[in-house]
């Protein structure tokens, strides 16, 4: 398959703990999206690399969230100290890097924080 | 900030039913896209409206993009059981931002 990975599917925690999330972009994107998903509601964005450099975080809640993309491939978003209100399903979309081109999102992780 | 909003948020028809979905904002955004979004998967996009005024149809799916680039509307003519899902709008400002405001999704359930 081609297309945007995410692992793990699922990871349940308990509050307190330190969590990664890892994802996988479409071969050549060099854009990569993480967005932050909770039951019954649209996506919400968290932070925006283009290449290996975080071009907007500006979404990410708070301190305890930072995510990193060291060699312009492969990002992990990483959660510390993890409270209840982390658990939602967190989303990664990978793009060519273009203006208004098409975002092509992963099946998420469904993060459950105990 | 920079808001978008759907209706409505749930929605429940018979196969065959027409249905219009609307996204609405006090902002005025470059781009406007409609995603699906089916039950443990990530959104799919479905369109793309960039002019104002803009109409595009994919097969029994009509979307329009307001004159003022400000709201959006998606119809669906016949539905389908196969329609069932999450539709999601989402806004783009543009330029050098990608970030993307979404509205919070119309849930539709098409019934056989």
């Known amino acids: 398959g081609a297309g945007v990975s995410q692992t793990p599917s699922n990871k349940v925690t308990e509050k307190g703990k330190y969590v990664e999330l890892r994802c996988d972009p479409i071969?050549?994107?060099?854009?990569l999206y993480w967005y932050r998903q909770s039951l019954g509601q649209g996506p919400e964005f968290l932070i925006y690399?283009?290449?290996?450099?975080?071009?907007?975080d500006s979404g990410l809640p708070n301190d305890r969230f930072f995510a990193v993309r060291p060699e312009g491939s492969v990002s992990t978003l990483k959660i510390q100290r993890t409270e209840r209100g982390d658990s939602a399903v967190y989303l990664c979309a990978s793009s060519l890097g273009t203006v208004g081109e098409t975002q092509y999102f992963g099946p998420g992780t469904r993060l459950l924080v105990l | 900030t920079q808001l978008l909003e759907q209706s409505p948020q749930f929605l429940s028809i018979q196969e065959g039913e027409n249905l219009t979905v609307y996204c609405n904002s006090s902002?005025?955004?470059?781009?406007l896209q409609w995603y699906r979004q089916e039950p443990g998967e990530g959104p799919v996009l479905l369109v793309t409206?960039?002019?104002g005024g803009e109409v595009k149809k994919l097969k029994r799916l009509t979307f329009q993009f307001g004159d003022a680039r400000k709201d959006s509307s998606l119809h669906i003519t016949a539905a389908q059981p196969g329609d069932t899902g999450l539709y999601l709008c989402a806004g783009s400002s543009g330029g050098n931002n990608r970030k993307l405001i979404w509205g919070l999704g119309t849930s539709l359930a098409v019934n056989p």
């Open positions: 071969s050549g994107h060099t854009a």
């Open positions: 690399f283009q290449g290996t450099g975080a071009a907007d």
């Open positions: 902002s005025v955004f470059s781009s």
């Open positions: 409206v960039v002019t």
